[in-house]
């Protein structure tokens, strides 16, 4: 079946350092990638996406990487800040479905280390 | 403002009182969706609305209804609350693309005791 899955539940990462969160999905039609940030108190917001027809997308310190051919999806977060401590989700979509919903993963909470 | 406005942020109430939980959007969008979320769980779709004539059942949809009163607000109703239904619950909408995913309200914190 569908699932949006993350290896590591919980990350630890030093000040500065850089940040690699990671996510399998097992739906090989799924077309269209999303990773969300989830500060305590607050709602999922949007920091990068990412279509099937490409491998890589980076952002301001965020870079999206998709590998197809063994359906993983990795957030790397450059100089880590204190900040950036949250949950992180991925998620995964089929666009143009006409029914199309989001799945999410359950997330890997990031912890910055001073 | 916010895009997406979820009334009340926090609310206790008692087993067997109806609830309801209220988003309003000023994105435009025509989707809306709700979810549930249980710590060390990721988000569960209650319901969804692609526009206001249409209403949609997600995975974990009993014990809930939900009313769309216009493009821009969707309710979320608990007839009788019960304890299991102690979460956050969130609003979403998002575009007829799926393009730019969803966009969250801050959510509202639900204890029935």
């Known amino acids: 079946g569908e699932s949006v899955g993350l290896h590591l539940p919980t990350l630890s990462v030093q000040e500065g350092d850089n940040s690699i969160i990671n996510c399998a999905y097992s739906?090989?039609?799924?077309?269209?990638f999303i990773w969300y940030k989830q500060e305590s108190g607050k709602g999922p917001q949007f920091i990068i996406d990412?279509?099937?027809?490409?491998d890589k997308r980076q952002g301001q310190r965020v870079t999206v990487l998709l590998n197809k051919t063994v359906k993983h999806l990795s957030l790397q977060i450059a100089a880590t800040q204190p900040g950036d401590s949250a949950v992180y989700f991925c998620?995964?979509?089929?666009?143009?479905?006409?029914?199309?919903?989001?799945?999410f993963g359950k997330g890997t909470r990031l912890h910055i280390l001073p | 403002d916010a895009d997406v406005t979820q009334t009340p942020r926090n609310r206790i109430t008692k087993t067997g009182k109806r609830i309801m939980l209220e988003c309003s959007q000023t994105?435009?969008?025509?989707?809306m969706y709700w979810y549930r979320q249980d710590p060390g769980l990721g988000l569960q779709l209650i319901y969804y609305?692609?526009?206001?004539?249409?209403?949609n059942k997600g995975e974990i949809s009993d014990g809930y209804s939900v009313s769309r009163q216009a493009q821009a607000k969707f309710s979320l109703s608990l007839e009788s609350a019960i304890p299991n239904q102690t979460a956050l619950y969130f609003c979403?909408?998002?575009?007829?693309?799926?393009?730019?995913?969803?966009?969250f309200g801050s959510g509202t914190r639900l204890t029935v005791v």
């Open positions: 979403a909408t998002s575009d007829s693309t799926g393009m730019g995913g969803y966009t």
């Open positions: 739906n090989s039609a799924s077309d269209y």
């Open positions: 990412i279509r099937s027809n490409m």
């Open positions: 998620a995964e979509n089929i666009l143009g479905w006409g029914d199309d919903k989001i799945i």
């Open positions: 994105k435009g969008h025509d989707r």
């Open positions: 609305s692609f526009d206001v004539k249409d209403i």
